[in-house]
């Protein structure tokens, strides 16, 4: 899989490429990740990317012909616009997009693009959240590395990434390691007795409490994409939730 970002702070992702999920996979030969410094598609001797608001107002505005340029330069490929005004990532959305061939991350600044970038290349927005920062580049290399992980052999053990929170659009379960007992605490008997069958179903209970406690809006989503199973449904049932 490709995924290209466009920038103006192209140092931004030196450390995406250096360390951890997407790095390995750029090693791997699983994924091409290509930086694009928008600077260099400006057409002015100070490579301008940015002007005043036609109409006044404050914060600069993002020129529109760089971004063509650069566009046009990359070719073909899904381009993602950073967007507090595009529908919300999630799960669902990683694995869309990690379908795809080739993405690419329009990162935008300031008050954001002319809006003619908008009308003349239909991005696809997508928000990370209802909050604001300072850039796209941070929610792109969010983006980036949920996408990335889904590539099959990008992480080692596909099982870890099936059991992931939000890969099936639960909350995951409670998992512990050596030692049997910290500062008082136990790990619970059943992760000790072997029985594997026991141990499967006592984690999906304990994914589908926790989802129930802290996220109960993701099990409607989960029963409205069939997620939820015979046996998920009568554990909530005794949970109380049906």
């Not at 967007?83 to 694995?95: E, H, L, T, W, Y």
Request: one cysteine or more; proline letters at 5%; aromatic letters at 8%.
């Amino acid at each position: 899989m490709r995924i290209d970002f466009v920038t103006i702070f192209p140092n931004m992702f030196a450390p995406l490429l250096a360390e951890g999920v997407i790095a390995r996979g750029v090693k791997q030969g699983l994924l091409d990740i290509r930086v694009w410094d928008l600077r260099d598609y400006a057409s002015d001797r100070h490579r301008s990317t940015d002007d005043e608001a036609y109409g006044g107002g404050p914060g600069m505005v993002m020129l529109g012909e760089p971004v063509f340029r650069c566009v046009e330069a990359i070719g073909d490929g899904h381009l993602v616009m950073t967007s507090p005004q595009g529908r919300r990532f999630d799960q669902r959305v990683a694995k869309e997009l990690g379908d795809k061939d080739h993405v690419v991350f329009l990162c935008g600044r300031y008050e954001g693009f002319d809006h003619r970038v908008h009308e003349e290349l239909q991005p696809d927005e997508i928000s990370i959240g209802d909050f604001v920062v300072s850039g796209g580049e941070l929610p792109a290399m969010l983006m980036a590395d949920a996408i990335g992980r889904l590539i099959p052999g990008v992480v080692g053990n596909t099982g870890s990434v099936e059991e992931d929170s939000f890969f099936r659009g639960l909350l995951d379960y409670p998992h512990y390691t050596r030692p049997e007992e910290l500062r008082g605490r136990r790990v619970p008997d059943i992760l000790l007795s072997g029985h594997h069958e026991n141990i499967r179903k006592w984690r999906k209970e304990q994914a589908l409490r926790a989802t129930l406690e802290k996220r109960p809006d993701l099990l409607e989503t989960a029963e409205l994409h069939g997620n939820l199973d015979d046996e998920a449904r009568e554990i909530l049932r005794r949970l109380g939730k049906f």
